[in-house]
Structure formats: C-alpha cells, structure tokens
C-alpha cells in the first residue's frame, strides 16, 4: 500500500470514527429519547468509535511515521466534522468568524501533516 493510500484510508477512519463520536455526545441534543440513556448510547457507539480511531492511527503513522503526525491529523479531521454535523443536527452555525478560523486552521493542520516532509 502507498503512502498516500495509507494517509488516506486512515483519514477515511479518522472521519468515521470522529462521526460516531459526534453522535455519541451529541444524541442527547438532537432526539428526546436518547435524553436520558448514557449507557446505551455509550455502548451502541463506543465500540465502533474506538474501532475506527484504532485504524486510523494505524494507516495514519504508517503512511505518516509518527505519531504525532497521526495525532494532529486527526484532531485536523476532528475538526472538520463537528462543525458540519452541529450545523446539521443542531442548526447552530459554524458561519462565525471563530468558528470558519479553526476550521481554516484545522485544514492547515491536516495539509501540513500530509504534505511537509
């Protein structure tokens, strides 16, 4: 496998696991029924969250080898997620000039760990 499919299929698992993450914390504020439920909601997403940050770092510091190349990357993607699915979900507005920096940086993050070498 190539540097850039390995960057790449661990990118794909960073966001998946950074997905169901989001649902995760965020259950309780989008459906009343999941209000009140922390345990089950803990243990319907725990599981694959987990999965799919443990292959991301996998195929991130194979195709990045470092860790801290694999960390960074997935805090870039991180942060890539949570502000599309809170608009979304939650009809909160990642259009703040707060928010659209730490997304712009968050790119820069995710570009330098991929590109400078």
Known sequence: M??????TLGSTFYLLGHTISWF???????WDWWEDKPLITCLIYAIPA???FWYGTKYSYAGLEE??????????????????LTYIFLH??????KTLSCVFLSVCI????????
């Open 2 to 7: 190539t540097r850039v499919e390995q960057i």
């Open 24 to 30: 995760l914390s965020n259950s309780q504020l989008v």
């Open 50 to 52: 987990s999965m799919f």
């Open 67 to 84: 860790a801290w190349g694999a960390r960074l990357l997935a805090f870039g993607l991180s942060y890539l997620t949570f502000p599309v």
């Open 92 to 97: 909160e507005s990642m259009f703040t000039p």
């Open 110 to 117: 995710v570009m330098i760990q991929v590109f400078w070498r």
